[in-house]
C-alpha cells in the first residue's frame, strides 16, 4: 500500500509561490504515474498537473499552464508542484495521488492512491 503525505501547503498573496511536495512510502513509487488534484469550495476535484513515471510526460490543465510546473524526483520517491503566480481562484486543497498503470491519466477515477491534502490559500 502506497501512502502519500503532501505538504508545502499555505496561505500566499496574490502573485505568490508555493512549491508542494508529496512524499510516498514506496520506492515502487518511481514507476507509477502521478498527479496533483486540487478541489476548490463548491467545486469537482479537478487535474492540475500530471506526470508518467519518468517525468518525459507532462499534463498541465488550461487555468495553470505557464504558472505550475510538476516533477518528481524518484530517487527520493518525492513528487513536486511549483506553483508561480498565484491568483484568488488557485485556493484550494490539493491533493496528490499515483496511478498504478502505466499510461498517464487526467480523471481522478484512474488514481489508486491519495495523500491527505494540502490547503492551499491565495489573498486577493
Known amino acids: 500500500q502506497v501512502q502519500l503525505v503532501e505538504s508545502g501547503g499555505g496561505m500566499v498573496p496574490t502573485g505568490g509561490s508555493l512549491r508542494l511536495s508529496c512524499a510516498a512510502s514506496?520506492?515502487?513509487?518511481?514507476?507509477?504515474?502521478m498527479g496533483w488534484f486540487r478541489r476548490a469550495p463548491g467545486k469537482e476535484r479537478e487535474c492540475v498537473a500530471a506526470i508518467n513515471w519518468s517525468g518525459a510526460n507532462t499534463y498541465s490543465a488550461d487555468s495553470v499552464k505557464g504558472r505550475f510546473t510538476i516533477s518528481r524526483d524518484n530517487a527520493k520517491n518525492t513528487l513536486y508542484l511549483q506553483m508561480n503566480s498565484l491568483k484568488p481562484e488557485d485556493t484550494a486543497v490539493y491533493y496528490c495521488?499515483?496511478?498504478?498503470?502505466?499510461?498517464?491519466?487526467?480523471?481522478?477515477?484512474?488514481?489508486?492512491?491519495w495523500g491527505q491534502g494540502t490547503q492551499v490559500t491565495v489573498s486577493s
Open positions: 514506496e520506492r515502487t513509487f518511481s514507476s507509477f504515474p
Open positions: 495521488a499515483a496511478r498504478r498503470a502505466l499510461d498517464l491519466r487526467i480523471t481522478e477515477n484512474f488514481y489508486d492512491y
